[in-house]
């Protein structure tokens, strides 16, 4: 019951968000570049162990791991614009940002940074 809850809350937030961004393009965008999915990760993982130590941990990762992330903003737009249909560019720039996250995961770990 308690994961139903949490996947029914979640759930109405990103259509709230998607509803929102058909009419208001701006306020779409400013409430997806939110780190919603990240408060609401922090939220249920407090309410699932109380233990500080694993917020902590996932905060300074997921900090680490939006640089990559930016890579799929850039590419999407850009392979709409030069023709291609929406689900391919999208599967593309998503392949292509795995890509860079592992090249970033790689160089991260040579300059000592733990991830």
Known sequence: ?????KTIITALIV????TLGKKFSLIGGVLASLPLTSILAFIWL??????L???IELS???????????FFFLCLPWFLKHGFRFYPALATSAVL???VYSLYI??????????
């Open 60 to 70: 300074y990762i997921i900090f680490w791991m939006v640089i990559p992330s930016l």
């Open 46 to 51: 407090y309410q699932d162990t109380e233990d």
């Open 106 to 115: 790689i160089m991260m770990k040579k300059f000592g940074v733990k991830l």
């Open 15 to 18: 259509v709230g968000i998607s």
């Open 97 to 99: 940002m795995v890509g």
């Open 1 to 5: 019951m308690y994961l139903l809850l």
């Open 53 to 55: 130590s694993k917020i």
